[in-house]
């Protein structure tokens, strides 16, 4: 690297843990070669992810904007952001004394503004958003699990569905989650039936004011102010869904990468 580092490149012992992911034997070898590193396009997204920037002003001394994007969007396809979030998620949880998957997790959604790019959007009602909404499964160390996003108009309850019926394919030690009272009523049958798990709502007690932590839900907001610290993530900037949740996967990948070394 020739140019002056920014504070959202990758150092050399977070590259590390990154590296196989996107290296493969003979693979510069075929095709035409490429004009710039994997480590390079990577600290180019995660410049636009930290600085919430749209791609087309990405600093010159960084690879140019339609490259990066193209890296961006062929690995949002292959799933790669999702695989490399799962094995350092793994990582973290063991190295925290925990097993590789979670038992039990925290569901909540985030109902987030967008902007005239386009794409699925909605009203979210109860909050009073125009945007999109973001449903989550997290951890107990408040770690993504899965992430489902979809217009503002879809109910908590549409959207875990939709959220548990994927992440019933990846995780085989699920058995309890947390939610709040969004999540109450015939969803806990649903729940218990299609995914053999326990849904526990976690309701504040009746006559409280003010803010009160409630237990287990606090987790999952915590979560969320990680997220909110890209400035990408502020609003939703993408055109795509699946370009959306790739965003939320790679912060969590640059907090991960972090924690780690």
Not at 198 to 218: A, D, I, M, N, Y
Request: some cysteine.
């Amino acid at each position: 690297m020739t140019r002056r580092a920014y504070d959202t490149d990758m150092t050399d012992a977070q590259w590390a843990l990154l590296d196989t992911f996107f290296s493969e034997p003979g693979d510069e070898t075929r095709g035409r070669p490429r004009q710039h590193s994997y480590r390079e396009l990577v600290n180019a997204i995660m410049y636009i992810l930290t600085a919430g920037c749209v791609w087309r002003l990405l600093p010159h001394d960084l690879p140019p904007w339609k490259t990066v994007y193209h890296y961006f969007r062929t690995w949002t396809k292959e799933g790669l952001w999702e695989q490399i979030h799962q094995t350092l998620r793994e990582q973290v949880r063991t190295s925290e004394g925990r097993e590789p998957e979670p038992s039990a997790a925290i569901v909540d959604s985030q109902s987030v503004k967008t902007t005239e790019i386009g794409g699925a959007r909605g009203f979210d009602a109860g909050k009073r958003i125009k945007g999109r909404k973001r449903h989550v499964l997290v951890d107990t160390l408040g770690l993504v699990l899965m992430v489902v996003v979809t217009g503002a108009s879809t109910q908590d309850r549409d959207g875990a569905k939709i959220l548990f019926t994927k992440v019933t394919q990846h995780f085989s030690r699920l058995q309890h989650i947390w939610a709040d009272s969004a999540y109450a009523g015939k969803l806990i049958d649903w729940v218990k039936e299609q995914c053999e798990w326990v849904l526990e709502v976690v309701s504040r007690q009746p006559g409280t004011e003010g803010f009160k932590v409630l237990p287990r839900r606090w987790v999952v907001e915590r979560t969320f102010g990680w997220l909110n610290s890209s400035r990408r993530l502020s609003k939703d900037y993408e055109f795509l869904t699946s370009h959306s949740e790739a965003m939320i996967y790679t912060a969590m990948i640059r907090l991960m990468v972090k924690r780690l070394t």
